[in-house]
């Protein structure tokens, strides 16, 4: 049998539609797919005030970059693009709405271990969210340094990663929010102070596999009435 597999090395039977670990929209065939928007080269300029550095990392939901903020002193931003594999005007205008949605949630979020929320934008059929940028390595990549070296983690110093990431925890529960996806590769330790800082909140994820579902159940509906 063959499998497919996530931008993250998850292995999924054939014919998934998204990935059985983390969720991530799978890559498959569809006739309705057009044009998906290629790669923004670096010294892209968006709404004439975000100007492209390069590219950081690309899922299933689209690319994240990161980008200077002319409009706040050349600050370092996140942005991130959500591209549905359908791109279709009903799946723009459905993953705008779900856009949206996610950025009130995330606007309402202020914790310092959190990356501060900017705005959205569209820019032609490109979608956007602006994130704070935090400097740093993430703590996927904080192991495989140590194990290229033949080393881990002490007990230590996961217990006490453990204990700096329950406030954080903590407050979005509170809030009513789920992480969605709490993984070494989401966790960074921000390299002024060595906090752990947690991002990708899973929402722009959860945005691509809202909108893949509802586009599908909206083709179903449609094929039953025809």
Partial sequence: MSLITCSKGHKNPDGSRFCFACGEPLSVPNVHTVGV?????????????????????????GRTYLAEDTG???????????????????????????FQREAGMMHKLQHPQIPRFGEIFRDGRRL???QEYIEGKNYQSLLDDRLAIGQRFSEAEIIQ????????????HRQGVIHRDISPDNIIRRAKDGIPVLIDLGGVKQIAIDVATQVAQTGLTQ????
């Fill in 128 to 130: 956007f969210l602006v």
């Fill in 223 to 226: 094929a039953h009435y025809i």
């Fill in 72 to 98: 706040r002193f050349n600050e370092l931003v996140v942005l991130k693009e959500l591209t549905p594999s359908d791109q279709g005007t009903y799946a723009l205008q459905k993953a705008e709405e779900l």
């Fill in 161 to 172: 990663l453990l204990r700096q990431l329950l406030p954080v925890l903590s407050y979005l």
């Fill in 37 to 61: 928007e290629t790669e923004l080269p670096p010294g892209t300029r968006l709404r004439d005030r975000y100007v492209i550095r390069h590219q950081l990392g690309q899922g299933g939901f």
